[in-house]
DNA sequence: CCATGCAGTTAACAACTGTTCTCTGGAATT
DNA sequence: AATTCCAGAGAACAGTTGTTAACTGCATGG
């Protein structure tokens, strides 16, 4: 079904995908607020009217960063925390996807950790978004467990959401763990590992 | 001991006042790292120069912002969390505290939320090393308590971090509740104390 | 009372920004 | 083969930015 887009489109998606990665690049050292767009176009190597073809402006740009961050991440969840194994289990399972996820695309990371709560309102709105489908997405997976009976639907999102904005926090954790000098990584990473584990554990003993 | 400083430094710290207040006021719709310095100076109505006999960039601005917003709590801090009364009375006397905070100095509030992971460098590191100071404090009161015999200074420490970590979420969440619509705004901001509660308490039960 | 210090002003600078309009080369369509 | 379409280039625009220099007026200390 998916038949093969033209030597055209092909070329369009890949500058996109250019300006979307340069931009990545240049948020490592500052906010989506300051960034311009003939700086992303001088940095991909286009000329700065090229941008408008892709995006209306960087806070749109912003939008589709958070899409491509956190979009793909969705079948994980739902897999990492669907309800095989018994609680322990799954967070730790849950800890190692973040951890993993953490490693992979740390400026991913960074830039929703940043602009969760930076000037720029859509894409605010955009990061909240996806993490209620998060919040949604995992309430479902509690539903599926029998330990969840007598609940009301309103108390399981709340929970969920609990444990979206756990995940969030570990992966801050692991990054600035990833951020600092070599040789206190491996141990700084363990050690956030643990703690969470220890700080999720009880989110669900609220349950018993 | 005070002796009553000339009318021309109570001038100069008067403008310098107005610059905090008006950058403030500004980062309510954007991050410190779009902030420019003349849009500063014009929001108050002076010269873009005269910035300079104040601070040496905005980063630097940004800096001093962190002390006015956080530099006054730790006397605070200390008398809530100081060992009397059990643990579950501590911890809704912080959370009242903050929700206090949260209403008095929003502004201060979202300006550390936002710049906590931010764009600039200096900022990050100055908000790092207040919560560092508020940790230090926290772990000091927590090794009065006879409960914590036994810990190690490094545990004790973690777990202070722990306990700020989640003052400043809970912060965050109050200052969405104060964001929302007026009417969900009492129900929401309770909503928040509670669920913070029952976030903080576990943490001191891995204490037992 | 006079000389000094210094907060804030004025003017000018090169560099940079987002946005518009016009143009071009080559892929896509007919 | 001829035509349309459109991603990207190029040039120009008015407005903005941070920073420098030389100034002015007034509170200060001798």
């Known amino acids: 079904m998916s038949h093969t887009l033209g030597i055209r489109q092909a070329q369009k998606q890949k500058t996109r995908q250019a300006l979307l990665d340069a931009a990545l690049g240049l948020l490592e050292e500052q906010s989506l607020s300051s960034l311009g767009l003939r700086e992303v176009t001088r940095a991909v190597g286009v000329a700065p009217t090229a941008f408008y073809r892709h995006f209306r402006s960087t806070a749109d740009l912003g939008v589709a960063l958070v899409e491509e ?3 793909s991440l969705h079948p994980m969840i739902r897999t990492t925390v669907s309800a095989t194994g018994d609680h322990e289990e799954r967070i730790t399972r849950a800890i190692e996807l973040i951890a993993r996820h953490v490693d ?9 950790a940043r602009e969760r709560h930076g000037g720029v309102q859509p894409v605010r709105e955009a990061i909240r978004d996806q993490l ?5 997405e995992v309430k479902d997976e509690l539903a599926k467990d029998p330990v969840s009976e007598g609940w009301t639907e309103d108390d399981l999102l709340m929970l969920a959401h609990l444990y979206v904005d756990q995940m969030l926090i570990t992966a801050s954790l692991f990054l600035e763990a990833l951020e600092g000098p070599e040789e206190e990584r491996a141990q700084r990473t363990r050690h956030v590992a643990q703690v969470a584990t220890r700080q999720m554990r009880p989110v669900s003993y609220t349950h018993l």
């Open 69 to 71: 961050a956190l979009g």
């Open 104 to 112: 992979g695309y740390p400026a991913h990371v960074r830039f929703i």
């Open 132 to 136: 209620a489908r998060f919040a949604q």
